[in-house]
């Protein structure tokens, strides 16, 4: 995390779903640490509690977590609240109805880490653009090639793990 934060990373995100509570928190811990050293926001998958408890910068819920209006009631309005909306705008539009601060999209291509439809189309980028207001990240088996066209229909931000912790170097 440290090379790509280096390499230009904008954000991390923590999401370990086999950690007990206790490592859940120590890495966290320690990543909420370096994000600050590097000015850039720690943003907690899943675990709303951890997020408050640790005061890291946001939360993202997928569409099976807690709703983006129940999240944000409890992280208040200044924390980032991510949703994932997959291959579905009109989720998108509730999610930013009810505070998420961006809305992401995926899976685009097969991914190494998440097992998942590969159905959602680049298109959908270009409608979301066009009819929301918060930042559109893709997600989903990213690498800098398969980014390319996504960015250029408007994606704000490419979500990406495997081509980054596996890369020979991740900066």
């Known amino acids: ?61 997928g569409g099976l977590d807690a709703p983006v209006a129940a999240v944000r009631g409890l992280v208040g309005p200044d924390k980032i609240v991510g949703a994932s909306c997959y291959g579905d705008l009109e ?36 409608q979301a653009k066009a009819s929301l207001c918060v930042p559109v990240v893709v997600i989903g088996g990213m690498t800098a090639a398969n980014a390319r066209p996504l960015v250029s229909r408007g994606a704000d931000m490419v979500a990406a793990i495997s081509s980054v912790v596996q890369a020979p170097d991740p900066y």
């Open 1 to 61: 995390c440290a090379a790509a934060l280096d390499g230009g990373a904008a954000a991390i995100q923590y999401r370990h779903k086999d950690a007990g509570p206790e490592l859940r928190r120590e890495q966290a811990a320690a990543l909420l640490a370096l994000c600050r050293r590097n000015g850039r926001p720690l943003i907690i998958n899943d675990h709303v509690m951890l997020c408050t408890e640790l005061d890291a910068d946001g939360i993202h819920v």
């Open 91 to 126: 989720l998108a539009r509730r999610a930013q109805g009810a505070g998420a601060s961006y809305v992401a999209f995926g899976g685009f291509y097969p991914s190494l880490v998440k097992k998942y439809a590969v159905t959602t189309p680049p298109d959908i980028v270009l």
